[in-house]
């Protein structure tokens, strides 16, 4: 963490960033680090840069989910492209299954 005070960050965003991690149920350094690294890439060094970050990253969540709203579940997985199967007679079907021995 030191690194990053030396490279000019804030104590706050450190915290912020623990807090993150927190808020997403991974409590690992790893996950801290990789937030740290973001902000370092990013270039945010303050309380302020991290609170517009978040705002950003919130704003883009929000027009994704907007984008999806709407679409039905097989357009979301991508099996849209397959017609519904019809059976007339459902009993040729059940006749060629395995019978349980007793």
Known sequence: MQGFI??????????KAINEAIDNNA??????????????????????????RQQEYESKKQEKHSKNKGKSST????????EQREYEDLEDLYANLPRDKK
């Open 75 to 82: 357009q979301e997985t991508g099996y849209q492209h397959y």
């Open 27 to 52: 409590k690992t350094w790893s996950y801290i680090k990789t937030i740290l690294l973001d902000c370092d890439n990013k270039k945010v060094f303050t309380e302020a840069d991290f609170n517009k």
């Open 6 to 15: 030396n490279h000019g960050m804030q104590n706050i965003v450190i915290k």
